[in-house]
């Protein structure tokens, strides 16, 4: 007989083989799914450099508008320069200073002595180059008659009158005369009540009044403001020493009192010396003041019984 085949033990076995195999297979799909599923670990994120500071934006400025073509441009004022102006005393004795004078191109101002000898021509001279022309009114200095101011002087023994004829008569004889200052008048010009009267008739004809300051005491000046005419006074002689080198100096002093106040007044005479200073001197004048007319230099008149 033969041996049936041992089948049912090797079933088992393979049973348990497969199960083995099954649960691994589940532990192992399990495993695998758990790792795939756990997130992995962040890297810290490289740190940022920190931003530099920035500059404070500046505020913008707008540009002005330009003008409208045609329209002209706005410019700032500037401050006036100073005034200068120069009288030349003494003036109607000849024709030749006169016509040197008148031929150096700036705003001179002819004052002439009633009685002398050219004293209508050198007035039409000075108009026609555009002159200014002054009455050279004589009064009477301190130390009359040894220190004489020749023909057509107002005394201080004369009515009022008589102050009035003179004058009247000296005006006549200088045709276009603008106004009026004093040669000499040390004295006269010390008494009020006598020049009144005198300035008076000059206010009426509408003419100035230039006190030449030939005393510091005079009272030229202070009537004159009072009385309510344009007026004014001389703040230096060119030529009190009629030599170049103090001529020059003054001519310093001139420039720098006129920078100092705005204006100043000069008073020269028709000596070599002082033409030929003026000559030279024109041109550096012109730079840096405004020559003008002595007129063009007074203050304004103040109202009658307001001045100074």
């Known amino acids: 007989m033969t041996r049936p085949k041992k089948t049912k033990k090797r079933a088992p076995r393979r049973r348990r083989a497969l199960w083995a195999l099954a649960v691994a297979g589940v532990v192992f799909a399990f495993l695998t799914g758990l790792w795939w599923s756990t997130p992995a670990p962040r890297r810290p994120?490289?740190?940022?450099?920190?931003?530099?500071?920035?500059?404070?934006?500046?505020?913008?400025?707008?540009?002005?508008?330009?003008?409208?073509?045609?329209?002209?441009v706005a410019t700032p004022p500037t401050a006036p320069s100073p005034l200068v102006a120069i009288i030349i005393d003494d003036m109607g004795h000849g024709l030749a200073p006169a016509q040197r004078l008148a031929g150096l191109g700036i705003p001179l101002t002819f004052s002439i002595l009633p009685h002398s000898s050219q004293a209508r021509a050198v007035a039409r001279l000075a108009h026609a180059h555009g002159l200014e022309v002054m009455l050279h009114l004589p009064m009477e200095p301190k130390g009359y008659p040894g220190r004489n101011p020749g023909q057509g002087v107002l005394l201080?023994?004369?009515?009022?009158?008589?102050l009035l004829e003179v004058l009247r008569d000296d005006l006549a004889r200088v045709?276009?005369?603008?106004?009026?200052?004093?040669?000499?008048?040390?004295?006269?010009?010390?008494?009020?009540?006598?020049?009144?009267?005198?300035?008076?008739?000059?206010?009426?004809?509408?003419?100035?009044?230039?006190d030449s300051f030939t005393s510091a005491d005079s009272?030229?000046?202070?009537?004159?403001?009072?009385?309510?005419?344009?007026?004014?006074?001389?703040?230096?002689?060119?030529?009190?020493?009629?030599?170049?080198?103090?001529?020059?100096?003054?001519?310093?002093?001139l420039l720098a009192l006129a920078k100092?106040?705005?204006r100043a007044v000069a008073i020269g005479h028709p000596h070599p010396e002082t033409i030929k200073a003026l000559e030279e001197w024109a041109p550096?004048?012109?730079?840096?003041?405004?020559?003008?007319?002595?007129?063009?230099a007074l203050s304004a008149p103040s109202s009658p019984g307001q001045g100074h």
């Open 45 to 72: 994120a490289p740190k940022q450099p920190a931003p530099a500071p920035t500059a404070k934006a500046k505020p913008t400025v707008k540009p002005k508008k330009a003008p409208p073509s045609g329209e002209p």
């Open 156 to 162: 201080l023994g004369m009515t009022q009158e008589r």
């Open 175 to 210: 045709p276009l005369a603008a106004g009026v200052n004093n040669h000499m008048g040390s004295s006269f010009s010390l008494h009020p009540e006598l020049l009144e009267p005198v300035l008076l008739e000059i206010e009426r004809r509408g003419l100035f009044y230039l």
């Open 219 to 253: 009272l030229g000046l202070a009537t004159a403001q009072r009385l309510g005419l344009r007026t004014g006074r001389r703040d230096v002689f060119l030529d009190h020493q009629a030599n170049r080198e103090a001529i020059d100096g003054q001519m310093r002093r």
């Open 260 to 262: 100092e106040r705005g």
């Open 284 to 296: 550096r004048l012109r730079r840096q003041v405004d020559l003008v007319k002595v007129s063009e």
